[in-house]
Nanobody
Framework: QVQLVDSGGGLVEAGGSLTLSCAAS????????MGWYRQAPGKQRELVAL???????NYADSARDRFTISRDSAKNTVHLQMNSLKPEDTAVYYC????????WGQGTQVTVSS
């Protein structure tokens, strides 16, 4: 049973920064990809950033140039560094890991005040 534990959310003012972390219960290289998604109230869950097993990254247009996804293989952890946060970034952020299945973290709330 794969477990993903999300952490690092919180309340921050616009223009501030947060770093989210996702700790996996097994080696992150056993997944095809890992990523971060977010879901704002009344909206569908959307991809924020993705890092493939080989290291290639992909970002939503809204996240490119402000967010950075990275991984720490020694700690089986994936991070999302978020800079220049905007109120529209407010959402619950979920870690995702995929092999032949999709696995999800429990989510961490990010609130950006204007």
């Amino acid at each position: 049973q794969v477990q993903l534990v999300d952490s690092g959310g919180g309340l921050v003012e616009a223009g501030g920064s947060l770093t989210l972390s996702c700790a996996a219960s097994r080696s992150i290289f056993t997944f095809n990809a890992m990523g971060w998604y977010r879901q704002a109230p009344g909206k569908q869950r959307e991809l924020v950033a993705l890092i493939a097993n080989g290291g290639r990254t992909n970002y939503a247009d809204s996240a490119r140039d402000r967010f950075t996804i990275s991984r720490d293989s020694a700690k089986n952890t994936v991070h999302l560094q978020m800079n220049s946060l905007k109120p529209e970034d407010t959402a619950v952020y979920y870690c995702n890991a995929a092999d032949c299945k999709n696995y999800w973290g429990q989510g961490t709330q990010v609130t950006v005040s204007s």
